[in-house]
């Protein structure tokens, strides 16, 4: 491969040898690379460079990238060949094609280099993650950094009552949208919004749960740290919730003891009966609005109107409908809505709230099909693993990325990015990751 043949020359160099033997090039790459999955909660304050929104993280990955490059260069890290690239190749083709034929190529391209950006934060992942001793390390970044976000939330939902004018607020808060207005404060901590929030507390879940199978925290640190975030989650007030408790019910299932199968049965059809609802719910609104063009009549509940998401799904199937190949093009708006948020003000929606018609409507049926054949593969190396780490992040991508994708487009979601590397990653760890359903502890 070419890193291996310029890694090779380079080493094979005396005068390369001299100069980067002796330089932790690796290691620092490693541990900046630690740092930005500790911080890649933290979005907020939002950088704005050429029309595109950036967060602090932003800043540390293509620094770890040119350091990780140096390392391969030098020979200090060795890249083999991993399917995944294929899949990560095929998406990122998909979305080339569609910009050279987007509306606006301009902004295309400048929307393509961010994605180029995400799909190096898998492969960065991928490349460094190599031992168990890293994939504890990483477990450990993640669980520490969504530490902070809940604690965030937490005293933001203090303030909210105790001291309403705190300057905290006015970056934790988020705004209700189609969510009736409540005495109760819609949280979206350090991200962008709640139901980003409610999204990567779903992946922080499922690294709880692993970090616990493995034995790197307590069990009362796992109950605690679980049990909050759950809490913090709902504090989102999102439709995403369902999510949570998809996940949850997952992880019970897959770490409970066999003497408990009844309760893990029980947990995982719960789990998902609860998210079938969230789901179905996401088609009405929770609140009459003036912006409806029309209603209907549901059994027992009575006449309904739209909600938000459904007029933005229909609209967006209009979209892909005028433009079915190659779509409208990267960073295009696939849709115009005009609703009528619950405390009275209106909103134009642009976004498809769908992980699959956004890519559907910008990038036609050719991204449709590589993401979902990247999807697909994703989804073999988990639920084909007998490896019980391997299986809880599949967990947290299966509701976080293919499930909460349906309610919302988290296509450019850094940590599910991340997520994604890591599953990659660990899947390939083989045996040294493996753990005995014996030593698992229930919730």
Not at 183 to 205: D, E, Q
Not at 265 to 288: D, G, H, N, Q, T
């Amino acid at each position: 491969m070419p890193f291996e043949i310029i890694g090779s020359l380079a080493m094979n160099n005396d005068i390369s040898k001299r100069l980067f033997d002796h330089l932790p090039i690796a290691n620092a790459a490693w541990w900046l690379t630690l740092i930005a999955i500790f911080s890649i909660g933290f979005m907020k304050p939002l950088i704005f460079v050429s029309n595109q929104r950036l967060s602090p993280v932003d800043l540390l990955f293509p620094l770890t990238a040119l350091l990780v490059l140096a390392s391969m260069i030098v020979g200090q890290i060795s890249v083999k060949f991993d399917r995944s690239y294929l899949y990560f190749g095929a998406y990122f083709g998909a979305m080339l094609i569609s910009s050279i034929f987007s509306l606006d190529p301009t902004l295309s391209f400048k929307k393509l280099l961010g994605e180029a950006y995400l799909i190096g934060l898998a492969v960065l992942v991928i490349v460094q993650t190599t031992t168990d001793s890293r994939f504890r390390q990483v477990s450990l970044a993640w669980l520490a950094g969504a530490g902070v976000t809940v604690f965030v939330a937490f005293i933001s939902v203090i303030l909210y009552y105790f001291a309403p004018g705190n300057w905290l607020l006015q970056y934790t808060l988020y705004s209700y949208g189609s969510v009736p207005v409540i005495n109760f404060p819609r949280i979206s901590s350090t991200m962008v919004s709640a139901s980003m929030f409610c999204n990567y507390l779903t992946v922080g879940i499922a690294i709880a749960f692993v970090a616990n199978t493995k034995g790197w925290i307590g069990k009362w640190v796992f109950r605690v740290a679980v049990i909050l975030m759950i809490l913090a989650a709902i504090s989102t007030i999102s439709i995403g919730i369902g999510g949570v408790f998809l996940v949850l019910g997952i992880c019970i299932y897959t770490t409970s003891s066999i003497p408990r199968a009844r309760f893990r049965r029980y947990s995982m059809f719960a789990a998902v009966i609860i998210a079938v609802v969230f789901y179905l719910s996401s088609f009405v609104a929770l609140k009459p609005h003036s912006t409806s063009p029309y209603s209907f009549d549901l059994p027992i509940i009575g006449n309904v109107q739209p909600s938000p998401r459904t007029l933005v799904w229909t609209a967006v199937l209009q979209t892909i409908a005028a433009d079915p190949i190659v779509g409208k093009g990267l960073d295009q708006p696939v849709c115009a809505v005009r609703f009528e948020n619950t405390d009275g003000s209106y909103s134009m929606l642009t976004d498809a709230h769908n992980i699959y018609l956004s890519v559907a409507g910008q990038n036609g049926f050719v991204g449709l099909a590589a993401l979902l054949a990247l999807i697909a593969f994703l989804w073999r190396i988990g639920y084909r693993s007998d490896d019980v780490a391997v299986r809880l992040l599949w967990a947290a991508f299966v509701s976080a990325f293919i499930y909460q994708g349906f309610i919302g487009a988290y296509e450019d979601a850094r940590h599910l990015w991340v997520l994604i590397g890591l599953l990659v990653a660990v899947s390939k760890l083989g045996s040294s990751t493996q753990e005995s359903l014996a030593h698992c502890s229930g919730v």
